[in-house]
């Protein structure tokens, strides 16, 4: 029988799994307008953040936040059992989007 050993979280763990909600959160527009064929803002393209890049580049970029999410919520020993993980990984996915929200509602098509 093999036992779990938990260990208390600490604060930077939290940080990380707040982190890692943005990053998983900021990954899904850049993957939904990447495989539309959609020009989409990256920090790619010009000027970083507002301007257009490629499908391609939204895709890879899609990767990269995956990627960096994925880390985040090891480095932040997240698990589904910790309701407080959850919370703060929410809470991330939230925010992010709020904000996002707001930066494109004022982008002219």
Request: proline share 6%; aromatic share 14%; no cysteine.
């Amino acid at each position: 029988m093999q036992t779990e050993v938990i260990q208390k979280s600490k604060w930077y763990h939290y940080v990380a799994t707040l982190f890692a909600g943005i990053f998983l959160a900021n990954s899904i527009p850049h993957y939904v307008n990447g495989i539309s064929g959609n020009q989409f803002p990256s920090p790619f393209a010009n000027p970083p953040g507002f301007g257009n890049s490629s499908p391609t580049i939204n895709v890879l970029w899609r990767a990269a936040n995956l990627f960096f999410g994925y880390l985040l919520l090891r480095l932040g020993r997240s698990r589904l059992k910790d309701s407080v993980s959850l919370l703060i990984i929410f809470a991330g996915i939230v925010g992010v989007g709020i904000m996002l929200s707001l930066a494109f509602s004022h982008r002219v098509p």
